[in-house]
């Protein structure tokens, strides 16, 4: 019995096994991404049910602007390399509210909500490119499945493997809105490892380029964040590297590109 348990496990791990866009990582995916992707929604509905929507025009047309030119390049980039599936779990909302945290996040599915608080910090279209790239990133290379597929594992054991690969489980939906805490007040998720986050500048600043950006605004971005401060840095960065890590590893990255 013990022997077919361990085959039972490294059966799953291989039929869960994805490789991430654009860096060609290998991850660990147990929950469907259209899963994660419906119950996300939940999450964002929400959020916005209390959020309070920019009165700024100008600078809400500003982030739909570069939300919608770095969507495309998205899609046309999954397109031609093999992943048009993947297309089908966007639907993309881009979204400014009215508060002074320094913040901005996407659900899985492309739900892209900016706090005017960061606007200071992006100070100009491409500064805002840096921050809409990083985070579409992050949905693109399915981090937050692949953080709830590692929770699942270290917290229920290889057991879970069983619900979580099982179509529509409710023992699966149970354990992901445990885990999630839909309806949580800032709509992030689960917190991202630093492999994650370096691994989201990466991509971000190649959907950057894509979209006519210049990557190097990141640098001048990231300079900002950290002449503000540790006062500045908001829930989304807890988990970050460090500012002089990331603008080092950001530096090394254009010179790549």
Not at 63 to 79: C, F, M, P, T, W
Not at 151 to 158: H, P, S
Request: glycine residues 6%; aromatic residues 10%.
């Amino acid at each position: 019995m013990k022997k077919f348990s361990w085959l039972f496990i490294v059966i799953v791990f291989v039929a869960a096994c994805s490789t991430v866009a654009v860096s060609g990582r290998r991850q660990l995916l147990l929950v469907p991404e259209s899963q994660v992707v419906a119950l996300s929604a939940e999450s964002y509905n929400d959020f916005m049910k209390t959020a309070q929507l920019s009165t700024d025009k100008a600078n809400t047309a500003l982030v739909k602007k570069v939300g919608s030119k770095l969507s495309a390049v998205v899609e046309q980039y999954l397109r031609e390399n093999g992943k048009e599936s993947d297309i089908a779990n966007f639907s993309w909302e881009f979204s400014l509210v009215k508060d002074q945290q320094v913040n901005a996040f996407c659900m899985p599915g492309g739900k892209i909500v900016f706090y005017d608080g960061i606007l200071p910090y992006t100070q100009n279209e491409a500064g805002i490119a840096v921050v809409m790239g990083h985070e579409i990133a992050h949905a693109v290379a399915k981090h937050s499945s692949e953080r709830l597929s590692q929770q699942l594992l270290a917290n229920y054991g290889a057991s879970i493997a069983t619900a979580a690969t099982a179509d529509k489980s409710a023992a699966t939906q149970n354990t992901i809105n445990t885990l999630y805490g839909l309806g949580a007040q800032y709509g992030v998720l689960l917190p991202y490892s630093r492999k994650h986050e370096y691994e989201a500048d990466h991509i971000g600043l190649i959907f950057m380029k894509m979209a006519g950006y210049d990557p190097n605004e990141a640098i001048r971005f990231w300079e900002r964040m950290s002449a503000g401060g540790s006062a500045t840095v908001p829930e989304f960065l807890s988990t970050h590297p460090s500012d002089a890590n990331r603008i080092a590893k950001m530096k090394e990255e254009i010179s790549k590109l």
